[in-house]
């Protein structure tokens, strides 16, 4: 198990970026891309959710606020696009820093209810605020990005932006949850009591969860509204707030590589059953319930040892084992 | 000289007075005796010595600080540490990640630092490594290391939860019926341990309802009833004083 394991990632790895030598297809690259952007979103969620063991149901809310923050810097002020996406990250977090205070006090299912609320309050102020967000009619023309003087405009070029991005964001929570802070957060999941027992300072590792996890929904919503040109606020609705929730599960809470995988899996999917048409939907649904009740812990929890007999062949090829 | 003075600590509950003014003096270096009937109040005052209880009123000077108003992840900083009547470990965790959580007050990684000076990050995490390795070995759960911490005995629980308290290096170790379910080798090994955390200069405070543990290890006794102290001293003179005998320890003094 640890070989497939040390195995399977590089693999992975090489494959996604070899992929733009053997695809030209176009609508398979819009595909890959929306992989990527949701890889990004369920990887924030995951730190919410599967780590720290916060429920929340807007993190649609933070997508499009990092879309819309995005679109406008560079429709109305003329932001170049690096600066607009991170900009859109750091404003995004900056929210979900806001938001995380009230959002404390709501513990389990009343956290879900309660950011679902901040999903639709989103929502609808996207729709009313017409001036500002255009309205139900949504943002056009955003500027297509353009990174030092080279305009990005096939999808290759967003393909490989995408991955970069991902890999970055990737990057930034295997090596938070590699650490101190990362064990802090499952140490609150597990017995918030204890964790404080051990020095942990439970409000400010909550925030910070809820900061970071919406600054990277910040930035794949900058990088989707500069991709598609047009968003709108049916983008950020509810439903894709679930969306994200199946795919963190399907990937298994708390497994970094499994977000990323339950995301891809879960975009492409669909998209390999669309011969079946309205029925492909009903398969979505009903394999995602499978999944749940088979697998409890996500697509990749056979690859976590549970029994002390596996444990003890791990130490065996670790040469870790001790009496 | 007194590392930990309660002064006249009131704690409610409702209409209910929990703590009635206690006063409680806890020396350098001893092992100090909690014991009371049940709802005497030794788990509430442990917790008021925790933060996870605030006191209504009243003094906890410890180290010559009042910290009666500090929380509990505060205290774990200023030096101490707790173990729980009900075992309380990080239960998705293996026996190692649990005592290198105990590590986190001595950690100095942040969020910022670990994605931006991940070497520092990366030294600083074998360094928690090895320390909590170290610790098991003194333990004796090198073995346990890698095991989910919830398919260990209850009695080597209850050591794990104890060396994660040690981790965080305390001055003051807080031990909340640490005899409680254990047969009794495993009282025996937990003898051992309390004595060599004492030897290691660590002050202990103990409830404990096993009586012939506590009176065997404790230097010094303070017995509760009703949410007041009712004596305070060392073991001899709780056996044979009267009003502890009729409260709490029933039956023909030993």
Known sequence: MRQARTFLAPAAALLICALPLLIQDQYVYHVMIMAGIYAILTMGLNLLLGCAGMFSLGHAAFYGLGAYFSALVTLRLGWPFLPALLASGLFTGLIGGVIAFPALRLKGIFLAIGTMGFNEIFRLTAINAESLTGGPAGLTGIPRPELFGYPIERSVDFYLMIIVLCALVYFMFNRILGSSPGRALIAIRDDETAAQSVGVNITRFKVAAFVFSSFSAGLAGSFFAHYMAYISPDNFGLAESFSILAMVALGGMGNLPGSVAGAALLVAGPEAFRFMQEYRLLIYGSSLILVVLLLPEGIFGWMRPKTPAAKAGLQRTAGTGGG | ?254
Not at chain 2, 122 to 132: D, N, S
């Open chain 2, 1 to 254: 000289m007194a590392l930990l003075e309660v002064r006249a600590v009131r704690k409610v509950f409702g209409g209910i007075v929990a703590l009635r003014d206690v006063d409680m003096t806890v020396s350098e270096g001893e092992i100090h005796g909690l014991i009371g009937p049940n709802g005497a109040g030794k788990t509430t005052l442990f917790n008021v010595l925790s933060g996870n209880y605030l006191p209504a009123s009243g003094q906890i000077l410890f180290a010559g600080r009042d910290l009666a108003a500090s929380r509990a992840h505060e205290r774990v900083k200023y030096g101490i540490a707790r173990t729980f009547q009900n075992i309380r470990l990080f239960k998705s965790m293996s026996v190692a990640d649990n005592i290198k959580t105990g590590f986190h007050g001595m950690t100095r990684t942040g969020w910022l630092t670990a994605i931006f000076m991940p070497v520092r990050a990366f030294k600083e995490e074998r360094l928690v490594t090895a320390e909590a390795a170290k610790l098991l070995e003194r333990l004796n759960l090198t073995w346990a290391a890698d095991e989910p911490a919830v398919n260990l005995s209850y009695g080597d629980q209850r050591r794990v939860e104890i060396a994660r308290a040690l981790a965080a290096r305390p001055r003051l170790l807080l031990l909340d019926e640490p005899a409680a379910g254990l047969n009794e080798t495993e009282v025996g090994v937990l003898e051992h341990l309390i004595r060599g955390i004492r030897g290691a200069g660590i002050t202990i405070v103990l409830v404990e309802h096993d009586m012939r543990l506590l009176m065997s290890v404790a230097d010094r006794v303070t017995v509760l009833a009703h949410g007041q102290r009712i004596a305070q001293g060392i073991p001899e003179e709780i056996r044979l004083n009267t009003r502890v005998i009729n409260e709490y320890l029933g039956g023909v003094p030993a």
